[in-house]
């Protein structure tokens, strides 16, 4: 079934260099996910606290994209339907969004 929540996605400014919540407890983070509705950046679900999921779960905001390393797709948590970004990926401040030492 396709991602009926296509029409939430935003235009979206980072709200952090990395994930927020990591970056506030001085935790490192592995992928980085922002949220095409607010842009809260989290951390993906392969990393230690999965802010990332925490986020829809806590907002409801249902589309997320890959955003470090950035990759073109995104993710729909409420349909489980994966989105391509091609063209509209929200753009990066900087070259490197993770904290020194941090995992690829």
Known sequence: MPCTHVNQIRVVTPSAEGCEECLKAGEESVHLRICRTCGHVGCCDSSKNKHATQHF????????ESYDPPDPWGWCFVDEE???FRGQQTP?????????????
């Open 57 to 64: 779960q806590s907002t409801s905001h249902p589309i997320m």
């Open 82 to 84: 994966m989105l391509d």
């Open 92 to 104: 990066h401040h900087r070259s490197s969004h993770r904290r020194p030492g941090s995992h690829r």
